[in-house]
């Protein structure tokens, strides 16, 4: 099975009103100041996550027995969809194995990717963009990068716990860490989880590796 490998990509550069260049992601050593929270300046500096996008439906569909589905109303996958003139493109990769999470890729006019994976969770890359976050590309790159491959290759698990108060709940393993997190159920979508219920109620183990394209 072939590597997934980043493409070459030249990274943008923008500069400031004194003709300096933004060092986006290392600018604020200590605290962001008041006036940067809640501007966003730049968001063309999150364009290269299209290409890596891209690149990631390129590998899966070269290394996984998958169907890949394209439309912008795939884009309802999300669990909570933006609007589609928000919506560029959506592209659905499912795996031919039901016990593995699908993924959909949701590319936007910001520009960003939306990812949906499995049945019940959204990550957005960026998460957020102003100026106080000073988030640049690369940094959300390896987080997209890693969700994806993480969830092909079995380190996804989605849940549902059971009781009077039922809680969703999420967890990714990384080559360098592990993520999780939990909701009340209540705060998502009722038909949605009426589908998922019988799939992650009590469910215990990660959804299954993606099978190698035959």
């Not at 493109?89 to 959909?104: G, I, K, Q, S, Y």
């Not at 849940?159 to 080559?175: D, M, N």
Request: hydrophobic content about 35%; overall charge negative; glycine content about 6%.
């Amino acid at each position: 099975m072939s590597s997934y490998l980043r493409p070459a990509i030249d990274s943008p550069v923008f500069r400031d009103e004194d003709n300096q260049v933004i060092d986006y992601g290392s600018r604020w050593p200590d605290s962001p100041p008041d006036d940067a929270y809640s501007v966003d300046r730049h968001p063309e500096r999150f364009a290269p996550l299209h290409r890596i996008a891209d690149a990631l439906i390129a590998h899966l569909r070269a290394a996984f027995d998958v169907t890949v589905q394209e439309g912008i109303e795939v884009a309802d996958d999300l669990m909570h969809p933006h609007p589609h003139p928000q919506v560029k493109r959506a592209v659905r990769v499912r795996p031919n194995d039901p016990e593995c999470a699908a993924l959909t890729f949701v590319f936007t006019d910001y520009p960003g990717i939306l990812l949906h994976a499995g049945l019940l969770h959204d990550f957005a890359y960026p998460s957020c963009g102003c100026e106080a976050c000073d988030s640049e590309w690369t940094t959300e790159a390896d987080g997209l990068e890693q969700q994806v491959l993480a969830v092909a290759g079995g380190e996804y698990r989605e849940s549902i716990t059971r009781g009077v108060r039922p809680r969703v709940e999420v967890s990714t393993t990384y080559p360098n860490g592990s993520s999780s997190g939990e909701s009340r159920a209540e705060h998502f979508p009722a038909d949605r989880l009426a589908t998922a219920m019988p799939v992650l109620a009590g469910r215990t183990g990660a959804w299954a590796p993606w099978p190698p394209r035959p």
